[in-house]
């Protein structure tokens, strides 16, 4: 199971964090990642990280402003969200897999419900 939250409204340049706690047979995840969705848009992989060697994965319109990571002890992943754009409103979803691609933009088969991140201009 994911939980996701840290979702709201902030001004455009302004900072978020979510987070993602996941239970349940987490010693069999590869990897966790953040994809989102803008109304009328499919949904985009944002960021991914695999558990072995902790490497990540961006999208290129997030690079040098987010950053995911990861806390093994609370099996929780973070996206610290940078310098927040209006273009990056959408709904946020964890997501976790057991085989997890590298770099590790696929593999994902289990998702947790969105979180809704509004950018203001």
């Known amino acids: 199971q994911l939980q996701a939250s840290g979702g709201g409204l902030v001004q455009a340049g302004g900072s978020l964090t979510l987070s993602c706690a996941a239970s349940?047979?987490?010693?069999?995840?590869?990897?966790m990642a953040w994809f989102r969705q803008a109304p009328g848009k499919e949904r985009e992989f944002v960021a991914g990280?695999?558990?072995?060697?902790?490497?990540?994965a961006y999208t290129d319109s997030v690079k040098g402003r987010f950053t995911i990571s990861r806390d093994s002890a609370r099996n929780t992943v973070y996206l610290r969200m940078n310098s927040l754009k209006p273009e990056d409103t959408a709904v946020y979803y964890c997501?976790?897999?057991?085989?997890?691609?590298?770099?590790?933009?696929?593999?994902?088969?289990?998702w947790g419900q969105g979180t809704q991140v509004t950018v203001s201009s």
């Open positions: 990280i695999r558990y072995g060697g902790s490497m990540s």
């Open positions: 997501a976790a897999g057991l085989v997890v691609s590298i770099p590790p933009k696929r593999g994902y088969d289990y």
């Open positions: 349940g047979r987490t010693s069999s995840l590869g990897g």
